[in-house]
């Protein structure tokens, strides 16, 4: 905590600096793109190594969501589907830390709003991780009145059918979410080096084909939100649609 706080305060005590890119920057083109009418890119432009961290967390996250998913289906516990549930606004926070590098860090307010994001994911985290461990058969050592009253908050009737269950079991594979499972028959090190290459083709295209617009460049707050908005929000209707119709597919 020491530290953290420590890391905070003396860059705006002593006045932020633009970084040294990130392993200096050695994937980045060699030369500019100013002649094919590209606009100049800010000093505070990230790497793209920097860009691959935050897309592969993105893309982890939605496999990590789909094997829960999944999971639930595999032991028959719907509990395991509330932790996809519980991981969307981490996703979204994630989504959030890449708009605002996507505007240069010209949004000052999305910093805020992506702590809020992380302790809002954290706690519903939490509480997704609290129902499976009570659906396995762990009790806390706590008042046996407080456990009802957590019980009772935690757990309601399940409106599934056997055979909706059954149908949910036999899903197709579908979207990023379901990555994992589409690659298991690779071994680590194809799977990884499958990843890298994805979510490099992707910051070339972002880093890159952002400077040949002028909307990174004015920081329009809801724009950026929007950004933010949309696809948290789609991310969220598809899990809404895959639990009323598992045959549902969705987007990404």
């Not at 724009?223 to 597919?249: H, M």
Request: charged residues 15%.
């Amino acid at each position: 905590t020491v530290v953290a706080v420590a890391t905070a305060l003396v860059p705006a005590a002593s006045g932020a600096t633009v970084h040294t890119p990130y392993l200096a920057g050695f994937m980045d083109l060699p030369f500019t793109l100013d002649s094919f009418g590209a606009n100049p890119e800010p000093e505070n432009a990230l790497t793209i190594a920097t860009w691959i961290i935050h897309i592969s967390s993105l893309v982890e996250f939605l496999v990590a969501m789909g094997f829960a998913w999944r999971w639930g289906d595999i032991v028959q516990n719907p509990t395991w589907k509330g932790l996809t549930w519980g991981l969307i606004p981490l996703h979204s926070s994630g989504i959030t830390a890449c708009t605002y590098h996507l505007f240069y860090n010209q949004i000052p307010i999305l910093v805020p709003f992506q702590a809020i994001l992380t302790c809002v994911g954290n706690t519903t985290a939490a509480f997704a991780a609290y129902r499976i461990a009570r659906s396995n058969g762990w009790k806390p050592n706590f008042d046996e009145t407080v456990i009802a009253v957590a019980d009772k908050l935690a757990f309601s009737p399940s409106n599934e059918t056997p055979q909706q269950k059954q149908k949910e079991e036999s899903e197709s594979l579908v979207g990023f979410e379901d990555l994992g499972a589409a690659l298991a028959d690779d071994t680590d090190y194809t799977f990884l080096i499958k990843l890298f290459v994805g979510c490099a083709v992707a910051s070339y295209a972002i880093k890159y084909g952002e400077i040949f617009f002028d909307f990174p460049y004015e920081a329009n707050i809801y724009l950026g939100f929007a950004v933010i908005g949309i696809p948290s929000a789609l991310n969220a209707f598809k899990w809404y649609k895959r639990s009323q119709d598992p045959t549902f597919e969705g987007w990404f």
